[in-house]
């Protein structure tokens, strides 16, 4: 009986959630701000802290984050990283050349560094502190290319430079976070610089491994039209793909998100793209909103008070002045123009789902506390909304002065 109320409980919690993520997402898109920032308040609104703690099934709350509900949430991330590589193949990736590199690095090390120094100075702990700091790494490309999109600007040499640069950003954050997710399961809060570098070269070294092998071996399997002749299966293969190379990852010491990543963009480079394009907009309706949901059903707003506002707009004020500095700046290197680069710092300020993901891990394995927690999930909800806003009003400015000139 109790494996059967603990089934029933799983089922009844992830209806909820995704139900309400869903007329959120729904919500969010009519009043044209970004759907994952309203599935995120979804899962704050009938998570086990407030709506779903109302009401009681066997003693628990009807929403009730147990590990099953948390393993799909953590599937959920492999089956976003797997999409988001699906943006990119390779050959696209090492075109960026020198600019998409030098942007996308330093807007990595800059929010990382500046992140560690600033909250271990606020009095965080070493570990606390590099979980903040890898939560503030990773640029969002989906926000930020779907702004540029939908204002005609994708072609543009800024909007090509973000791009490329935030490849380079997501994967370098990949390896942080790779890095820090080891540290938080072995304990060791005071490692050497050395043997950080060689973890990170470690890291970059297997995933270019990993993505060797995915880009020789996933087209020859995909591409055998012979043997996959019934519906769905190329799909299922693909998904196989994915997931074992999330499993390979993980036995290797890395994050399981590294694995999905380097098969999806090896699976971009194929011919069968459009048909796994399609497919995944079907996966990406089901496992997107559920894991924002799951991340956002773990804030606690009871515990809101004066110091998560003073984490909040400390993490605020790191999140945009050290992209702005680490992608911007660089930027005027290649762009030779000040209005340009700007806009790729601002750009590149969105962040996205490996501050989430970095946030779960911190919270699930008891490292951050649930005020740190909670601010960094409002910093990634709030880069989120001001990234676009800002960004119109960026190419708004411009405008008129070209009016003025013609």
Same mark, same amino acid.
């Given at each position: ?10 089922? =009844? ?55 099953? +509900? ?12 797997? =999409? ?52 503030? *790494? ?34 370098? /954050?990949?390896? @942080? ?11 060791? +809060? ?17 995933? @270019? ?39 390979? /990852? @993980? ?6 998100? +590294? ?10 480079? *194929? ?28 804030? $606690? ?23 702005? /500095? ?10 030779? $123009? ?10 590149? =300020?969105?962040?996205?789902? +490996? ?19 909670? /601010? ?8 989120? =909304? ?21």
């Amino acid at each position: 009986m109790a494996v059967e109320s603990a089934f029933l409980h799983v089922m =009844i919690t992830l209806g909820i959630l995704l139900f309400a993520a869903k007329l959120m997402a729904e919500l969010f898109h009519r009043i044209k701000l970004p759907i994952v920032l309203g599935e995120l308040i979804a899962g704050i609104i009938v998570g086990p802290f407030a709506l779903g703690g109302l009401f009681l099934l066997d003693g628990e709350p009807l929403v009730n984050l147990d590990e099953t +509900v948390r393993q799909i949430g953590e599937i959920s991330a492999i089956v976003i990283l797997f =999409i988001a590589g699906l943006e990119i193949t390779p050959k696209e990736f090492l075109r960026g050349g020198a600019a998409s590199f030098t942007v996308g690095s330093l807007g990595v090390i800059l929010p990382f560094f500046m992140g560690f120094y600033v909250f271990s100075a606020f009095g965080l702990e070493a570990l606390q502190s590099m979980l903040v700091a890898t939560a503030l *790494t990773a640029t969002s490309i989906a926000i930020s290319i779907q702004v540029l999109t939908e204002m005609g600007k994708i072609q543009s040499p800024e909007a090509r430079l973000i791009l490329g640069a935030a490849i380079v950003d997501d994967i370098l /954050a990949i390896a @942080a976070l790779s890095v820090v997710t080891t540290m938080v399961q072995t304990g060791n +809060v005071q490692p050497d610089i050395i043997e950080i570098a060689f973890l990170i070269m470690k890291i970059l070294g297997i995933f @270019a491994a990993l993505l060797v092998v995915a880009v020789f071996v996933i087209p020859r399997i995909l591409h055998v039209e012979r043997l996959w002749r019934s519906k769905g299966s190329i799909e299922g293969i693909a998904t196989a793909l994915f997931f074992g190379a999330a499993g390979v /990852a @993980a036995f290797l010491g890395l994050s399981p998100i +590294v694995g999905a990543f380097a098969v999806g963009m090896a699976v971009a480079s *194929t011919r069968i793209i459009k048909q796994m394009e399609e497919y995944v907009s079907k996966l990406e309706i089901i496992f997107a909103p559920l894991f924002f949901a799951i991340i956002g059903a773990q804030v $606690d707003l009871r515990g809101f008070n004066m110091d998560v506002l003073l984490l909040t707009g400390l993490l605020m004020a790191v999140a945009v002045s050290s992209k702005l /500095a680490g992608c911007g700046l660089p930027s005027m290197l290649f762009l030779k $123009d000040r209005a340009k680069s700007m806009k790729v710092g601002i750009g590149m =300020i969105s962040r996205g789902e +490996v501050g989430l993901i970095v946030a779960g891990v911190g919270v699930s394995s008891g490292v951050l506390s649930s005020d740190i927690y909670t /601010a960094v999930i409002v910093m990634v909800g709030m880069t989120t =909304i001001i990234t676009p806003i800002w960004l119109k009003v960026a190419y708004r400015k411009k405008e008129p002065e070209l009016a003025g000139k013609s």
